[in-house]
């Protein structure tokens, strides 16, 4: 049995005529109607973070605001100080924050990443920045809280293979039918990137890299001598 006929075709010489459908990319926009969500920038995303340290066995979330409370936290709320770690934020600023304009996310879709850093906001030092969360204290859950940066993924390129984000799905079209409905979607995918670290004292570790520091003193300086008595020249008047 050839190729062919295997596949529901019919043999005609060198060639082999096939019944299938037609490809829909190159159908005419009159055969294609298009259906917007009205609104759906306000949509707003709710992701619950959970971050663990096995080592530690220390673990936390991003529903709890302090003082044992829990509740919602709006991105751009946290942003002002009055909430401790957010866990809400708009489908708008979202793609705003990642460079996606909303007419274009809205024709092609758009694929974002959500980065999202644990880390202890409390200044050092008198120096602002995102350290690793201080597991010693008592109450580092109030300032190990997470930073969300948005990242577009897909091509920004409207005229390339993988602009945008999309995927189809087919209504009929059975065996013996002679026409079926190809739906083309477009949309927002998020994907959430989760990373952290943190720390609590350790007096073992801590000897064990003192003890290195030394013997790396100690050599240092058996390295300084041998350099200054048999490869410098007049080394007896230089020491």
């Not at 009929?172 to 002679?178: L, M, N, T």
Request: charged share 20%; hydrophobic share 35%; net charge negative.
């Amino acid at each position: 049995v050839s190729t062919c006929a295997e596949g529901g075709g019919k043999c005609d010489g060198a060639f082999c005529e096939l019944q299938t459908w037609c490809p829909v990319e190159g159908a005419s926009t009159n055969a294609t109607s298009i259906v917007q969500l009205d609104g759906w920038g306000d949509f707003s995303v709710f992701a619950r973070i959970d971050t663990i340290f096995p080592q530690f066995d220390k673990q936390h979330n991003n529903l709890q605001q302090g003082n044992g409370k829990e509740g919602l936290c709006p991105l751009a709320v946290m942003e002002q100080g009055k909430c401790a770690a957010a866990n809400l934020f708009f489908v708008k600023d979202a793609l705003e924050r990642a460079g996606v304009s909303a007419k274009e996310a809205g024709d092609h879709g758009a694929e974002v990443l959500v980065k999202v850093k644990w880390a202890d906001m409390k200044p050092l030092l008198g120096r602002k920045g995102k350290y690793p969360c201080n597991l010693d204290q008592s109450t580092w859950q109030e300032s190990c809280s997470p930073s969300f940066e948005f990242r577009r993924l897909d091509d920004a390129d409207p005229h390339s293979f993988s602009h945008g984000y999309n995927f189809r799905t087919v209504d009929g079209g059975g065996v013996g039918s002679q026409e079926r409905v190809v739906t083309k979607w477009t949309g927002i995918r998020v994907i959430i990137l989760i990373e952290g670290q943190g720390g609590m004292f350790d007096g073992i570790t801590t000897m064990q890299h003192l003890g290195a520091g030394l013997a790396l003193m100690s050599l240092a300086t058996l390295f300084a001598d041998g350099m200054i008595c048999y490869l410098l020249s007049d080394s007896e008047t230089k020491i």
